[in-house]
């Protein structure tokens, strides 16, 4: 009796779970077998989007290390201290990913407009950061850096504080104990939030086609063909992309795998 | 050497209040106490990991009680032992001495000496997460003493451990200390004191309650939780023959069971299981011996009877055996007890 309600139940939830995961599946898979292997030969040939998958790659890259050197320290800083503001500190920087993202793109444009300061700093020296690389990276590190300081934070906060204060007893300097025992004990975590980081970076399209649509990153290039040409030229572009970003993934995802392996 | 002087911390479970404590150079001082009673906490502030709310400590001297954990030259091994998972045995002995100038052939040196004393140079390429409880607290101890704290802080280092590692790692103790090495250890556990400590302090409620040379304390409990608390009285040195016989304190020759081939250690009788009598008995128990009534106790609901056969025993006994007996001081009685009734220390 029980046997049979239990298979009952396990059908309903593979039923259920198997009608989300062809969901996800479906129109990606659709999108790809509505592609012919002539059409992505010919867009993977086209300078144009060529370059811009490359911008895109290197731009979200650069605004995940750059942010990093920032963002790990901040990291760490709540993972070990306990203060009064600490809570919305943490819900501060979860406002990124509850913000629409068009509105986020508004923000960094009023933040780095030329009559803002740091629009204003940027001028002196001859920069616009509005339709710049620069201005590109701002708007992808906007709304990508909460899942590297979260996965950083949650990676720090299970280093046992034990093993730091041992190192201390052990005559290290807290420098030392910093990237000998912590940096080292959370890189997993790190590991993750980065590229967590850098793939939310690639993806964006809201924030970043409000600071910069030109240069175009290809979010933008697909959302320009289809509304210039239509779904028929949006999607080999849309595909190659995708499959770009999958190997990217599956390699980043790889190299912690293998290093996890190794450490074990 | 270490000085202690009213160490006092609040928490909301818990307090140490007016913590004073001296150890002498090549002490092994032993903190007994119950389980939550501050004893780790009190290293912990030792180490500098707390601060106290109040209070002083010195070391050779010098006041470290706002000095920074990495400069106060004070090692401390934890109960859990806080071994570094990412690195191999080796690098985790190497720690402490991997910025210093010296040459790399030095620090090879240096990590082989105390993987040596301690017993592990088998082990200096493992990774830690696969070896066992005694084998961490060795790595441990290795780690700390290449250090070369001025104080050795061990947090109940044998808790963890099986009768047999006990053993061995009790000589490793000795010989650490015996190297020179001043150790402060706190345990729960009143035999590893019997074993290893030359000063004791018992620990209530946050208090120091009886402090002293380990001897005295065991002898002479002011209260009555010392005296629950330390258990014994009867602990003696003993030097074993292979013949199941032993000679405590250089002067008594007893018969023991099963001391499994130790050629010395110490032994503790304990006093109710010793049977006293006016008159010899004919019995099983293999240690009979003659002697004087030197001091008689009373306490609640029995009496604590010294008994001089060359060396002092407490022997406890009821007060129904008192009022049949009728002891009384100076008077000869006769003693006796199994072998099996002597429990031996390695």
């Known amino acids: ?84 503001l600490k ?57 990508s850096i909460p899942f590297l300081i979260n996965a950083a934070r949650d990676g720090f906060e299970n280093v046992p ?56 990153i290809t979010p933008v290039m697909i959302y320009e063909r289809f509304g210039s040409f239509g779904l028929k030229y949006a999607r080999p572009i849309s595909v190659v992309f995708i499959l770009v970003c999958l190997v990217f993934f599956i390699l980043l995802r790889a190299l912690t795998k293998e290093k996890e392996h190794r450490n074990a | 050497m270490l000085k202690l002087s009213n160490i006092s911390i609040r928490f909301s479970e818990f307090q140490l209040k007016n913590v004073t404590l001296e150890l002498e150079k090549n002490d092994y001082y032993v903190l007994l106490g119950k389980s939550g009673v501050g004893k780790t906490v009190l290293l912990e502030i030792i180490a500098g990991l707390i601060r106290p709310d109040s209070g002083q400590i010195l070391l050779n001297n010098e006041d470290i009680t706002r000095k920074k954990i990495q400069n106060r030259r004070v090692g401390i091994v934890f109960q859990d032992f806080s071994i570094f998972p990412h690195f191999t045995v080796y690098q985790n002995i190497e720690y402490p001495i991997k910025n210093k100038k010296i040459s ?53 280092p044998l808790a963890s451990l099986d009768v047999q590692l006990k053993g061995d790692l009790r000589n490793l103790l000795r010989r650490i200390n015996q190297k020179g090495t001043t150790i402060l250890h706190v345990t729960h556990d009143y035999e590893e004191a019997i074993a290893l400590s030359n000063k004791v302090a018992v620990m209530q409620k946050g208090k120091i309650i009886q402090k002293g040379l380990t001897r005295e304390v065991f002898k002479k409990p002011v209260n009555a939780f010392v005296a629950r ?11 074993f023959s292979p013949f199941n016989t032993a000679i405590i304190n250089d002067q008594i020759k007893i018969s023991v069971d099963n001391h499994d081939f130790l050629s010395n250690g110490k032994i503790i009788i304990r006093g109710e299981e010793i049977i006293l009598s006016n008159d010899k008995m004919e019995s099983s128990a293999s240690n009979n011996f003659k002697g004087t009534i030197k001091q008689i106790i009373p306490y609640f609901s029995n009496y604590e009877i010294i008994v001089d056969i060359g060396i002092e025993l407490s022997v406890i006994i009821s007060e129904h055996s008192m009022l049949k007996y009728k002891f009384k001081e100076q008077r000869q009685v006769w003693l006796s007890f199994k072998s099996s009734a002597i429990k031996i220390i390695p």
Request: charged share 15%.
């Open chain 2, 104 to 156: 790399k052939a030095e620090k090879r040196k240096l990590v082989q000496e105390f993987a040596e004393l301690t017993n592990i140079t088998h082990l200096l390429t493992r990774k830690p997460n696969n070896l066992s409880g005694g084998e961490k607290q060795r790595v441990a101890l290795a780690r700390t003493l290449i250090s070369k704290p001025d104080c050795l802080l061990l947090d109940e």
């Open chain 2, 229 to 239: 608390f330390t258990g014994v009285k009867n602990f003696f040195k003993a030097d």
């Open chain 1, 1 to 84: 009796m029980y046997k049979n309600r239990l298979r009952t139940f396990d059908i309903i939830f593979i039923l259920l779970g198997g009608l989300i995961l062809l969901f996800i599946i479906s129109p990606l898979l659709g999108m790809f077998l509505a592609t012919t292997p002539v059409q992505l030969f010919e867009t993977s040939k086209d300078p144009e989007v060529v370059n811009s998958i490359w911008l895109t790659l290197r731009v979200s890259f650069l605004a995940t290390l750059f942010f990093a050197i920032g963002a790990i320290p901040l990291s760490y800083f709540l993972a070990r201290t306990n203060f009064k």
């Open chain 1, 161 to 216: 504080e034990r093993l730091e204060k041992t190192a201390l007893n052990l005559g290290a300097s807290p420098v030392r104990v910093f990237f000998t025992i912590s940096l080292p004990l959370a890189w997993k975590n790190i590991l993750s939030g980065l590229i967590m980081m850098f793939a939310r970076g690639l993806s964006e399209f809201g924030a970043v086609v409000i600071v910069a649509y030109h240069p175009m």
């Open chain 1, 87 to 143: 809570k919305i500190i943490n819900g501060i920087i979860d406002i990124p990913i509850v913000i629409p993202h068009s509105a986020a793109g508004i923000a960094i444009l009023g933040f780095i407009s030329r009559d803002s300061v740091l629009g204003k700093l940027a001028s002196s020296v001859g920069l616009n950061f509005v339709g710049h690389p620069i201005g590109i990276a701002l708007a992808m590190a906007f709304v």
